[in-house]
């Protein structure tokens, strides 16, 4: 068999690597729904619209779940201390997360745990890229335990302005904080979690000292900065609730980095460094400084399947092939979201492991 030139030889590497992953080039996942959320509308009122989509019940189901997954130590302080939080807590987040509770009954205490235990489990998979042509590619799996319910609430959302698009992101109904997210023209934010230990305990703690949740960090970064310079600048120096790895995709050549955080500040900044070789980075959930664990090494397949397919053949679509080789795809990926700045509108979501 004759093989047509490097680039082809690449692509069947990547073929194989898919075919042995029992991952099908062919196959197509679904999009979940594409919904807007009008931030003309007061906070309350925002998430209604997108409410009205889903069974409610199976929504407050979900929140059951998942609440039923938080130590009950942390019930007990959060309901004690919710009216001290109303106070404290940044706006819009908190009347957005009121008004979703009070449509689906339940209480602002749980409603607001909810939002926080989806700050603690997102075990993903990120990549920044740059093609040989200088155009910047970003990429993202997001893995979570609560698959079963999460599939079916995951969303796009289109967040307007004036009528106009702001930011897209996707997230989970009853969420409104984003873990993946892009500002069209601007820059792409994707954040995996940096587990340190001791998570509920040191969350609580800086919660009350009134940091910021991480996913509300990348919503707030996608709707106020202007440019990556200063998305990665705030990303990299807001006081969060936890350790966290933000993945930034800017416009231009080089604008592509993993920021590895502690609660405080940037613990280190990695940047893309195309003309020494470095045309992409991989960050999961460990330090990228570090050898990955054995038993959940997704960065070594990541990068062999992203040498395979070459720089000079990177695209959206390449990138989500990457993403779908085992284990950087696992029984875990609830969805997988390719994004491209500078072209907005090839924000693209699937969803997987769906029936």
Request: glycine share 8%; net charge neutral; hydrophobic share 45%.
């Amino acid at each position: 068999m004759q093989i047509g030139g490097p680039g082809a030889r690449q692509a069947l590497v990547l073929l194989l690597l898919l075919a042995a992953a029992g991952v099908s080039a062919a196959a197509a996942p679904p999009a979940p729904p594409l919904l807007n959320v009008s931030l003309d509308a007061v906070p309350e009122l925002r998430w209604l619209p997108v409410l009205q989509h889903f069974d409610l019940d199976f929504v407050r189901a979900a929140m059951a779940y998942i609440l039923g997954n938080v130590p009950k130590w942390v019930h007990a302080v959060i309901r004690k201390a919710v009216g001290d939080l109303e106070g404290f807590l940044p706006q819009p987040f908190t009347d957005e997360i009121r008004g979703m509770c009070d449509a689906l009954n339940l209480s602002l205490a749980d409603c607001i745990l909810v939002n926080l235990a989806y700050e603690s489990t997102a075990f993903c998979t990120s990549i920044v890229a740059q093609d040989s042509r200088g155009h910047i590619y970003h990429g993202r799996n997001l893995d979570y335990p609560f698959g079963n319910f999460l599939r079916k609430l995951t969303v796009d959302v289109q967040f307007l302005k004036n009528g106009q698009i702001a930011f897209t992101g996707t997230t989970f109904v009853g969420y409104v904080g984003l873990w993946t997210g892009q500002r069209p023209h601007k820059f792409t934010i994707s954040g995996d979690e940096r587990d340190k230990g001791w998570w509920w305990e040191n969350v609580i703690a800086a919660f009350f000292q009134r940091h910021s949740p991480i996913s509300w960090l990348i919503r707030t970064t996608l709707s106020e900065s202007e440019n990556f310079e200063a998305a990665v600048n705030k990303l990299a120096k807001t006081p969060l609730i936890a350790d966290v790895y933000y993945i930034v995709g800017g416009m231009s050549s080089r604008e592509g980095v993993v920021i590895t955080r502690s609660r405080s500040g940037p613990v280190d900044i990695w940047p893309l460094d195309p003309l020494n070789g470095a045309w992409f980075r991989v960050e999961t959930n460990y330090d990228h400084w570090k050898p990955a664990p054995e038993k959940d090494d997704r960065r070594t397949p990541a990068i062999k399947a992203l040498n395979a397919t070459g720089q000079a053949n990177l695209s959206l679509q390449a990138l989500f092939q990457v993403l779908s080789v085992f284990p950087v795809y696992n029984n875990y990926t609830v969805y997988t979201t390719v994004m491209s700045a500078a072209n907005p509108d090839k924000y693209m979501t699937r969803i997987r492991n769906l029936g």
